[in-house]
């Protein structure tokens, strides 16, 4: 191999490698730009959370749960039994306070379940209903967390509710 020939095949390996380096560093910020608008939508930031009432059944009735700032909000499932890995009824009421869109964020307690949270449908000017399913559990029995998320003119409100499913 002459030294033109080797002088050139050495500048494109540095091209290759300038590159790959280039293509490496536009990944890195595109998945820093995904990650970080993913970031509201995975852990949206609430304004205020409602105090957990412990006592409440969702198995035997519907449960409500005091804003902070004033109002209230009400949350029931459907069927009472809450079964796995088959469709739910959700219903959200509230009183109090102006609410422009509710979700339910259904996170397993001790266990991570993944991402489940349904975007309920307006009803009444008081009202969202939508369904969800649970997914099923290595245990026997899972406790779970329904944070109802309000969209209000005061921020995102969050009620959690607590229940348990049986395999």
Request: aromatic share 6%.
């Amino acid at each position: 191999m002459s030294d033109s020939e080797s002088s050139v095949s050495q500048l494109k390996s540095k091209k290759t490698a300038n590159l790959w380096t280039t293509v490496a560093l536009l990944a890195l910020v595109l998945l820093l730009v995904v990650s970080y608008k993913l970031k509201d939508m995975l852990k949206p930031t609430v304004a205020a959370t409602a105090e957990l009432d412990e006592s409440c059944d969702l198995r035997k009735a519907p449960c409500t749960s005091k804003l902070p700032g004033g109002g209230s909000v009400t949350f029931s499932i459907s069927p009472k039994d809450i079964p796995i890995l088959r469709p739910l009824k959700i219903d959200v009421k509230y009183e109090g306070v102006e609410v422009s869109k509710a979700e339910v964020d259904f996170t397993g307690i001790g266990m991570d379940m993944g991402y489940n949270r349904p975007q309920l449908e307006p009803i009444t000017k008081t009202q969202f209903k939508g369904k969800a399913i649970l997914p099923v559990c290595v245990r026997t029995k899972m406790d779970w967390e329904a944070r109802v998320l309000l969209q209000t003119d005061r921020g995102l409100l969050m009620a959690p509710f607590r229940f348990f499913t049986l395999k």
